[in-house]
């Protein structure tokens, strides 16, 4: 069975996106086979378009096969679906297991969306991993997160202190992503280890949301907050009425895959 997808990026968050589950095949499944950098097309995640009754629906899968909410691949599939004309005018609402959210298209290659009211915040929890103690601060913003600021970002070993945060007793069974943040004068910069993929990735919506919220709990007065990911883009986020996250995307190629 040939089916055809296409590759995105948001700020270097990158998705393999398909229109409708093929027949037979769960979105798991398909996020594990389509994912592997090795094997598949490579990508952080799976973004499952659909449609039904005038509706557009986003159902999204991590890398591992994990269901989960993205908020860069959400902005990703609205900028998707304006370009399959899909959707008309330059504010819509997308579907998601959050619920509705909506989407706007705030320029070229670039969208905003409404995102998950944070909850379940928790400051300074103390923590003590790969011999050293740290301060966390916890919260859910679509799926949950640990916040810990560092000096020097750059200097931050995520793929170890990450991974050993992401799975720590803390953080309940389900684990985090962790974001390691550092203030620079206006801008935020933030480095973030994903569970699902396991990995640093080079942005994450939903810890850029958590850093710029956690943030403005703490005393850093800025709306909308710019935040500095690792691929070199910078995300927007603001608080005004309800969070939400303005950024860059693109199709970056398409193409058909044999399953």
């Known amino acids: 069975m040939n089916v055809p ?5 948001g700020a270097g968050n990158d998705f393999v996106l398909l229109s409708g589950l093929p027949k037979g095949k769960s979105g798991a499944a398909l996020a594990r086979a389509l994912c592997d950098r090795r ?3 490579g990508a952080d995640g799976l973004l499952v378009m659909s449609r039904r009754a005038g509706k557009v629906r986003l159902d999204y899968w991590n890398a591992d096969g994990s269901a989960a909410f993205c908020g860069n691949g959400s902005r990703c599939a609205a900028l998707w679906a304006a370009a399959r004309g899909w959707v008309k005018g330059k504010e819509f609402t997308l ?5 509705p959210l909506t989407a706007r298209l705030t320029g070229k290659g670039r969208a905003e969306v409404t995102m998950p ?3 379940g915040l928790r400051l300074g929890v103390n923590v003590k991993t790969e011999g050293r103690s740290l301060q966390a601060h916890y919260v859910d913003t679509g799926v949950p997160h640990a916040v810990v600021f560092v000096p020097d970002i750059d200097k931050v070993r995520v793929d170890k202190v990450g991974r050993a945060l992401r799975v720590h007793k803390a953080f309940g069974r389900a684990g985090a992503n962790v974001d390691f943040v550092e203030i620079r004068k206006n801008l935020l910069f933030v480095r973030t280890y994903e569970r699902g993929v396991e990995a640093e990735t080079l942005a994450c919506g939903t810890g850029v949301v958590a850093a710029a919220f956690v943030s403005r709990v703490l005393g850093f007065d800025r ?3 710019r935040v500095a990911v690792r691929g070199g883009d910078a995300l927007c986020v603001s608080f005004d ?3 939400r996250l303005e950024g860059p995307g693109k199709i970056v190629f398409s193409g058909e895959v044999t399953l």
């Open 223 to 225: 709306s909308p907050v």
């Open 95 to 99: 579907d998601t297991n959050r619920g």
């Open 39 to 41: 094997s598949g097309v």
């Open 117 to 119: 009211s944070p909850r």
């Open 5 to 9: 997808f296409w590759k995105l990026t």
């Open 241 to 243: 009425d309800g969070p």
